[in-house]
C-alpha cells in the first residue's frame, strides 16, 4: 500500500483521471493510493481520503511521500513567508484545515517544512475547536465553490465538514452522507439550538442561532446568514422540499 500526502496548498478531488471536481483536499492532508492512470502526459492517482474515507483522483504531482503532520491552520486562511518576517516574499497561500509541521520557532513565527508562519495561525493537530459553528462563523464571506473545501471556496457540505474537522468531530464529505452519520434527529417541532444541522436534499446548513441559518450556498454564492424562515420559504419555493432532517450534534 503506498501512502502519500498533499504538496499543493489545495487541489481537487475529481471523478475520474481529468475530470470534474467533486471535492478537494488541502496541504498536508495524507491518502492511500487505490490506483493510477496517464491522461496525455500527467500521472493522476486515485485516492482514499485518510479525514472522510473520500475517494477521487489527484495530479501526482500534487503528491509526496506521506508524513504525519504537528500542526493545522486554525485561522480562516494564512501566508507562508521565506523568512520569520511579514515583508519577506510570500511562497504560499494557505486555507483553515491545511496541515504542517513544525520544525522551529523564530519570535512570533513557527518554521515549518512550508516556510515561516504566523504562530498564531496554527494549533497542534491534537487541540480541537471547543465549537464548530463558530469555525463556519470564521469563513463568512468565503465565495460558494461547488465542490469547495477551502477558505477559497466553499459548498455547504464542505463548511459543515471543515468545522466539524475543526471541531475534532469525524465528517463525510457529502451532504448525504452527513445526514446519516452525524447527529442524531429530533422530532419535528423541536426548537432550534445552536450547532444543530438543518438537512434537504443535497444541502445542508448550521443553525447558527434561534432565528439564524449559517450556510454556503448559490443563493448568496457565499458563505452567509439567512433568516431561518425566509430560508424555509426561499428553498421550499425553488424546488429543493422541505427540511428531510433536524439534527443535534450532542
Known amino acids: 500500500m503506498?501512502?502519500?500526502?498533499?504538496?499543493?496548498?489545495?487541489?481537487d478531488l475529481c471523478d475520474r483521471p481529468a475530470g470534474r471536481r467533486e471535492r478537494q483536499m488541502l496541504l498536508g492532508h495524507q491518502a492511500e493510493v487505490l490506483a493510477e492512470a496517464q491522461v496525455e502526459a500527467e500521472g493522476w492517482s486515485q485516492l482514499r481520503a485518510d479525514l472522510d474515507g473520500y475517494v477521487g483522483w489527484?495530479?501526482?504531482?500534487?503528491?509526496?511521500?506521506?508524513r504525519p503532520a504537528t500542526h493545522v491552520v486554525s485561522a480562516p486562511a494564512t501566508h507562508a513567508y521565506a523568512r520569520a518576517d511579514f515583508k519577506s516574499?510570500?511562497?504560499?497561500?494557505?486555507?483553515l484545515g491545511a496541515r504542517l509541521t513544525v520544525t522551529g520557532g523564530e519570535g512570533r513565527f513557527a518554521e515549518t517544512d512550508q516556510g515561516f508562519l504566523p504562530a498564531g495561525h496554527l494549533a497542534?493537530?491534537?487541540?480541537h475547536a471547543a465549537d464548530p459553528v463558530t469555525v463556519a462563523e470564521s469563513l463568512l464571506g468565503t465565495p460558494y465553490l461547488w465542490g469547495g473545501n477551502s477558505r477559497f471556496g466553499?459548498?455547504?457540505?464542505?463548511l459543515v465538514q471543515i468545522a466539524c474537522?475543526?471541531?475534532?468531530?469525524?465528517?463525510?464529505?457529502?451532504?448525504?452522507?452527513?445526514?446519516?452519520?452525524?447527529?442524531?434527529l429530533l422530532p419535528p417541532g423541536t426548537p432550534w439550538q445552536r450547532g444543530d444541522l438543518l438537512f434537504w436534499k443535497g444541502h445542508v446548513a448550521w443553525v447558527?442561532?434561534?432565528e439564524t441559518l449559517l450556510h454556503a450556498?448559490?443563493?448568496?454564492?457565499?458563505?452567509?446568514?439567512?433568516?431561518?424562515?425566509?430560508?424555509?420559504t426561499r428553498i421550499d419555493a425553488q424546488g429543493d422540499g422541505p427540511v428531510t432532517a433536524h439534527k443535534r450534534l450532542t
Open 58 to 66: 489527484v495530479p501526482q504531482a500534487a503528491l509526496g511521500p506521506a
Open 89 to 95: 516574499p510570500d511562497r504560499l497561500s494557505l486555507s
Open 124 to 127: 497542534p493537530v491534537t487541540d
Open 2 to 11: 503506498t501512502r502519500v500526502r498533499i504538496l499543493a496548498p489545495l487541489v
Open 217 to 232: 450556498n448559490a443563493w448568496a454564492m457565499a458563505v452567509a446568514l439567512e433568516p431561518i424562515g425566509a430560508a424555509l
Open 154 to 158: 466553499i459548498d455547504c457540505s464542505g
Open 165 to 184: 474537522q475543526r471541531a475534532g468531530i469525524a465528517c463525510p464529505g457529502d451532504s448525504g452522507p452527513q445526514e446519516a452519520a452525524l447527529g442524531h
Open 208 to 210: 447558527r442561532d434561534a
